[in-house]
Nanobody, 129 residues
């Protein structure tokens, strides 16, 4: 089964930055989006940010807007998540996956992790206070 490979996690102080990467070994469908998700102990997996493979349309969870930036490099077939001004509540295992895109006009819609597949093993992010 094809899975993304995530990397870049680590321990950082509150206010610090990390850059996560996730790479696919297959050609992602052109009408797909790539998403970053996180899961803290005892909590459900939540969508953090998504980006369309074509066009660069993005979605961000309210909790990370203006702090996180998702990008996709088609030549590398890699999605990145730049995380700035990290907070303790950002800690968790970060995963990426892909799934079919959905739009409301020019707005990329996010409907939940159940529509995504090819989940990677995840990378741990720890934020010390």
């Amino acid at each position: 089964e094809a899975r993304f490979v995530e990397s870049g996690g680590g321990l950082v102080q509150t206010g610090g930055s990390l850059r996560l990467s996730c790479t696919a070994s297959w050609r992602i469908y052109d009408d797909y989006i790539i998403g970053w998700f996180r899961q803290a102990p005892g909590k459900e997996r939540e969508g953090v940010a998504c980006i369309s493979k074509i066009g660069g349309y993005t979605y961000y969870a309210d909790s990370v807007k203006d702090r996180f930036t998702i990008t996709y490099n088609q030549a590398e077939n890699t999605a990145y998540l730049q995380m700035d001004n990290l907070k303790p509540e950002d800690a968790g295992v970060y995963f990426c996956a892909n799934g079919p895109s959905s739009y409301n006009g020019d707005t990329l819609e996010y409907a939940g992790p159940q529509y995504f597949n090819s989940w990677g093993q995840g990378t741990q992010v720890t934020v010390s206070s």
